[in-house]
């Protein structure tokens, strides 16, 4: 399926003009090499544009380089020739160490590499006359590297010399460029065309149904090591079948392969469509030839997007307004012009592995359900009146220990909880689990780390939803709701009140409180931990303020408890205590405005 989608995504992509020409390679060029006539290297210039670029919060000016198509890449593993070099390595036979140039290294990889560059290019220009062309010649037959080392233009470069890429050009002449020459390209055009065809046989694609040739070895995919990785590779004979070898067991074209794997490097080339989560890339398109749809989708799952800000806020308020009652229609994507809702959306996760690549999942929905699903998501996850997405990287977050924020996800929870968004199926029990295991078990630094707003709100749509696909009516509510009478949600309560009169009989000055040393036993034991709370808070009342009032709501909790404690609770009860407290503790509306007389009268 993955490979049929991106295979059709190719032609959305070359009618937008943003793959390189076929037989080309688009490359990051950084510095233009000027040569004389007689083939001297005359400057180095810095041929990037300054942009302006947000880095983290702040529009900073950076330098980016320019994209230029060259004739393909080489993808074969390790040394190789390609036409029109840019690698430094190769074209000027050197290593940077410590801010030193040296043709010398332990396996002799400089000279190998420089070596097959002037060999190559020698032989492809043979026959073709052009003042650039020329120059480079010059430069291929007398630049020596060992004569090189104190290069007055290239140690300038400093560090930025090995992960840069070169062009050619004239000296004093940026616009005569040695890519840009036209015998260059009808030469390389011509050899492309007619190069013999090593691919074995003509038989079915198994991608586009037609007879053609099937490709021997696919490009590599960009972007996850320095050589590039496979999507399709064989290299066992235990994968290889009736004596084919290679990917010709895949039974992929080579159009197929050249077209699909195009699609796959822009993908990851581009910032608005992929997401990085732990070690897993998750990439995301709509088969649609307008971004608003992907842009779209970035806003509401990672606030990651280009959209107006006001504008797709009053989309997604009005998408989680209706979530419940039914899909996104058309109607409700008014607000962006041209948005198909029908569009088919895709989304995958890609993991290395060695030199190939891992597919961890792939999901194919319709783009009014994928909206449809998020805004419900969200909606689940509202504590409060109003509209705050919780983007999905904060969720992730949240399922970290509070001291150690680096340590990774399990991949499998973090795919589940993807699939839980996309098709609005249940979030994965693990998910409940992680998060209050977290709140129990994180240490007592720093309680509003351990119980914060998207940790409950996490607890609170788990809860939510697993009741609402059960058929039974929601659990909470967006803000403390008085008349649940779940004995969980009011052991929550119960202890968010008594944590408030040990504070208001100290004045706030307590360095601990019963939360600090309490909270687990009382989530998992309440019939232990609360008779031994209530008997400390009976001192508490007489000098915490607003003591009577909150004497009064712990007695109306006590009566709806029927005085007794559970004696345990499970996983899920102890997400209703968690919920309750927080509930009662942060989202109760403040009264320090009034007596305590005043207050009292008003709840009675």
């Not at 076929?22 to 400057?43: F, M, N, P, Q």
């Not at 140690?155 to 036209?182: N, Q």
Request: aromatic share 10%; net charge negative; glycine share 6%.
């Amino acid at each position: 399926m993955l490979i049929s989608a991106l295979n059709e995504y190719y032609d959305i992509l070359a009618e937008q003009g943003k793959l390189s020409p076929k037989g080309y390679t688009d490359v990051k060029i950084h510095y233009l090499i000027g040569l004389t006539e007689d083939g001297r290297i005359a400057s180095i210039v810095n041929w990037q544009n300054n942009e302006m670029r947000t880095v983290g919060k702040k529009e900073k000016e950076v330098w980016v380089p320019r994209e230029v198509s060259l004739p393909m890449r080489s993808q074969k593993p390790g040394i190789d020739g390609n036409i029109v070099e840019h690698r430094p390595l190769y074209i000027f036979g050197l290593n940077f160490e410590d801010g030193v140039l040296s043709p010398e290294d332990k396996t002799d990889k400089a000279k190998k590499s420089h070596d097959i560059f002037v060999q190559t290019n020698l032989e492809f220009i043979e026959g073709l006359d052009s003042p650039i062309i020329n120059a480079y010649r010059k430069f291929l037959e007398t630049y020596v590297p060992p004569e090189e080392v104190e290069n007055p233009y290239i140690l300038p470069i400093g560090k930025a010399y090995k992960t840069s890429g070169f062009a050619f050009c004239l000296a004093g002449r940026p616009d005569i460029l040695l890519h840009e020459d036209v015998q260059i390209k009808q030469k390389w055009n011509q050899l492309f065309m007619e190069k013999d065809n090593q691919e074995k046989g003509t038989v079915q694609c198994a991608v586009s149904g037609e007879k053609s040739s099937i490709a021997r070895i696919h490009n590599k995919i960009k972007g996850f090591n320095a050589m590039g990785s496979a999507l399709i590779g064989y290299n066992d004979d235990a994968f290889c079948s009736y004596g084919n070898e290679q990917a010709y067991n895949s039974n992929v074209s080579k159009e197929v392969m050249e077209r699909y794997t195009e699609s796959l490097n822009y993908l990851l080339a581009n910032r608005e469509h992929k997401e990085m989560i732990d070690d897993t890339t998750i990439i995301y398109f709509a088969m649609d030839k307008n971004q608003s749809c992907t842009e779209l989708f970035n806003q509401c799952m990672f606030e990651n997007s280009k959209l107006d800000d006001e504008e797709t806020q009053s989309l997604l308020h009005t998408m989680m307004q209706e979530a419940r009652e039914g899909n996104v229609s058309g109607k409700r994507l008014e607000v962006l012009e041209e948005i198909d809702d029908q569009t088919t959306f895709y989304m995958f996760g890609l993991r290395p592995n060695s030199s190939r690549l891992a597919l961890k999942f792939i999901y194919k929905q319709k783009f009014a359900n994928v909206l449809h699903n998020i805004a419900l998501h969200q909606v689940d996850l509202q504590l409060e009146e109003g509209f705050k997405t919780i983007p999905l990287w904060r969720i992730l977050s949240e399922l970290k220990p509070t001291t150690n924020k680096k340590v990774e996800n399990d991949p499998a929870l973090t795919e589940k909880i993807l699939q839980a968004i996309v098709y609005g199926y249940r979030y994965p029990n693990a998910l409940l689990h992680t998060i209050v295991r977290r709140i129990k078990t994180d240490p007592d630094t720093d309680m509003f780390k351990k119980i914060n707003s998207t940790r409950v709100s996490i607890i609170k749509a788990y809860i939510n939803r697993q009741q609402r696909l059960s058929g039974q009516k929601e659990e909470f509510t967006m803000a403390l709701n008085q008349e649940n009478t779940n004995e969980a949600y009011l052991c929550g309560r119960l202890f968010a009140v008594l944590e408030q009169l040990q504070q208001g009989a100290s004045g706030g000055n307590l360095n601990r409180t019963i939360k600090d040393s309490y909270f687990a036993s009382a989530c998992s034991t309440p019939a232990i931990a609360f008779p031994k709370l209530l008997r400390l808070a009976q001192n508490h009342i007489p000098k915490a303020t607003y003591g009577q009032h909150l004497n009064y709501e712990m007695g109306q909790i006590m009566n709806l408890l029927d005085g007794e404690f559970p004696k345990s609770l499970s996983l899920v009860e102890q997400g209703k205590f968690i919920v309750g407290y927080y509930q009662q503790f942060y989202q109760k509306h403040e009264k320090t405005d009034k007596t305590v007389d005043e207050v009292t009268k008003e709840d009675e």
